[in-house]
């Protein structure tokens, strides 16, 4: 029983993760409708930034985060402007194909840069311990990474519930002509969801890094978050959280009880499942289609 | 289509020939004629390098029937590729069946899995349908790799038998290289045939738009369905010659990377055209050969790069080939080869 426990706790700790980075996903594509391939790609190579700056660089954590944050955010306001503004109004399988060529870039230049630094950690800031919460018990860094994800999601809602710039990126998500003749520029607000969801897949990256160990291998999650946003609706980030903490209760149970080969498709068995019984998902907008 | 000067069609047939003039039939000619000569000058690197480049291209006329004519996005096609390998793998080596038996088998196999993922693009399309393929390509995969070790090899490789026909086996580069031309240029005539008849017609119908299509009385399900079996059998075609050719196959040769490079091959080549899988596997396979020459040279001259620059090398090239076509050239190299062949038409009048 304590073990079950257990597992669904270390599920919901690790699916909040993958809904953070879903959360990333769904910001892109409320705001530009486009699905970003390159998510994956994006939570490793913030890892790594991470790492060179945490480890290689030895800047303090605060400042680390800091700079690196920065750095993605830049980045992902830069993606804006080159590949993606020309494809606006193309038909999907180019920006499907875009994106998926900025994923096969990012990994190259993670190649190129990280490829010689095999099984790296992040240094460990807190001496990992048990904590006994309601008896059971629980690890402190699985609790500090969920608490640190639960707060940027909230962060995240709010601020598109309330600020003026989350405003403007909800309404062009909306409707791209509707929003520019409210005034308001459409593509200054999807260069924001970029840069946003660079930052939230930095922090996915590093959390998750923080957990196992960085590697090529975490260009996979974006994949699983993907899964993840699809069981929630696309367009809904509490429904991006729950999908997140679904898949990661799947994952890590199908892990223990069945076979650890099963983990790795766990996630996409479910995605065809929801995919044909439920394709928009738990809370996402069914589409009608006329002619 | 344009004609040369003096050249005019006066019936519908003529229009629609695809060697119109002699001189189409005398180029063909002689590019088959080229090709059937090679392995008399070319070594066994160009030999085994058109090989490969030439099992791609199979399986991009079926990525190109599937996503290009029909607009079914398929990312993952090299999945269905493995269906065929292993299929004709396992027939081969467990059962003794023929090559020529093996490989209509495997192309079978695949376009029946194909089809049954297939099913979900009756109900969804576009990105849904993107990330119902890659959906596909992991539980491929995953159903090559863990449950039936002992049949499929698991994770490790599974060694393919000689291929024999008819009591000649096929040992050399030059063997293979005729056997995989003359499919290559087989399904080609097929894809061509095929995309020129009513079925390719309504491919294209439902591409452009699919509700539009079924208003108009085509029975959506049954083309959606076909072009996931013709696709998906394309792949299982390249699947059997590949696992023929290459002797030890493991699910490593069929990552979801590898599906993302054919899509990207097609998107450099063409889509909707029977050319553009040929430029497009061509310009991506030399593109990385390229790579693996210039890393080692680069690393010569700055060491400090490190001897992963080659590998680096090809992934950034082909990330940036693909976001440079997609915005500048999003209908690929077979559209810039209508234009040429335009303007070398009209000239000295081309515009």
């Known amino acids: 029983m304590i073990n079950l426990i257990q597992l669904l706790t270390t599920g919901v700790s690790v699916g909040v993760i993958y809904g953070l980075i879903a959360v990333g996903f769904v910001l892109i594509y409320k705001s530009s409708q486009i699905f970003n391939f390159a998510q994956g790609e994006m939570v490793m190579v913030g890892a790594f930034l991470m790492w060179t700056f945490l480890v290689a660089v030895g800047t303090p954590l605060w400042l680390g985060i800091i700079l690196v944050f920065g750095i993605v955010g830049l980045a992902g306001y830069g993606l804006e402007r080159f590949p993606l503004r020309p494809m606006i109004g193309q038909p999907i399988l180019a920006t499907i194909m875009i994106t998926m060529g900025i994923a096969v870039f990012l990994r190259g230049l993670a190649i190129l840069l990280w490829a010689s630094n095999i099984d790296i950690k992040f240094p460990s800031f807190v001496t990992e311990r048990m904590i006994n919460v309601f008896g059971i018990p629980l690890s402190n860094v699985m609790l500090g990474s969920f608490f640190f994800a639960l707060i940027l999601v909230v962060a995240l809602s709010l601020f598109f519930a309330y600020s003026r710039t989350g405003l403007h990126m909800r309404a062009a998500a909306e409707n791209h002509q509707l929003a520019q003749s409210m005034g308001i520029r459409v593509t200054r607000a999807i260069a924001q969801s970029w840069a946003i969801a660079a930052i939230v897949s930095t922090a996915g990256g590093f959390l998750l890094g923080y957990m196992r160990g960085i590697d090529f291998g975490l260009s996979e999650i974006g994949l699983i978050a993907m899964a993840a946003a699809l069981v929630g609706g696309l367009e809904s980030f509490k429904g991006a959280m729950l999908g997140g903490v679904i898949i990661g209760v799947a994952e890590t149970l199908t892990g223990c009880y069945i076979g650890h080969g099963l983990k790795e498709v766990v996630p996409f068995v479910i995605m065809v499942f929801v995919l044909i019984y439920k394709p928009y998902g738990l809370f996402g907008l069914e589409r009608i289609e006329r002619v | ?351």
């Open chain 2, 1 to 351: 289509m344009r004609r040369v000067s003096g050249v005019f069609d006066t019936s519908y047939f003529q229009d629609m020939m695809v060697f119109r003039t002699k001189y189409h039939l005398v180029g063909i000619g002689t590019l088959i004629a080229a090709f059937l000569m090679l392995p008399i000058f070319a070594g066994d690197f160009w030999l085994a390098f058109i090989s490969t480049t030439a099992v791609t291209v199979i399986a991009l006329q079926g990525l190109n029937i599937l996503s290009g004519y029909c607009g079914q996005i398929s990312i993952g096609q090299t999945a269905f590729m493995a269906v065929g390998a292993y299929s004709s793998a396992i027939l081969a080596g467990r059962f003794g069946l023929p090559f020529w038996l093996c490989l209509p088998c495997a192309g079978l196999g695949a376009g029946l899995v194909g089809m049954l993922f297939g099913l979900t693009s009756l109900r969804i399309k576009g990105y849904y349908l993107a990330l119902a393929t890659i959906a596909a390509q992991f539980i491929i995969i995953y159903m090559i790799k863990t449950p039936f070790p002992e049949i499929t090899g698991g994770a490790i490789a599974l060694h393919v038998p000689d291929v024999t026909v008819g009591g000649f086996i096929f040992e050399t580069e030059t063997h293979f290289y005729y056997l995989i031309i003359a499919f290559t240029i087989l399904m080609t005539f097929f894809a061509k045939s095929l995309m020129r008849s009513h079925f390719g017609r309504a491919f294209i119908a439902i591409r452009d738009n699919d509700i539009a299509a079924e208003a108009m009385g085509m029975n959506l399900y049954r083309y959606k369905l076909l072009a996931f079996f013709i696709g998906c059998f394309y792949a299982g075609v390249a699947g059997s010659l590949w696992a023929a050719y290459a002797r030890v196959i493991s699910p490593d040769d069929f990552t979801l990377m590898n599906s993302i490079w054919q899509m990207g091959m097609l998107i450099v080549g063409g889509l909707g055209s029977t050319l553009g899988p040929f430029f497009g596997a061509l310009f991506i396979k030399l593109l990385n050969e390229l790579c693996v020459v210039a890393g080692p040279f680069i690393t010569s001259i700055i060491p400090q790069i490190g001897a992963q620059l080659s590998a680096s090398l090809v992934e950034m090239s082909f990330g940036i080939t693909i976001v440079l076509f997609l915005v500048y050239e999003p209908r690929g190299i077979a559209h810039r080869w209508e234009i040429l062949k335009e303007s070398y038409r009209m000239w000295p009048f081309s515009y």
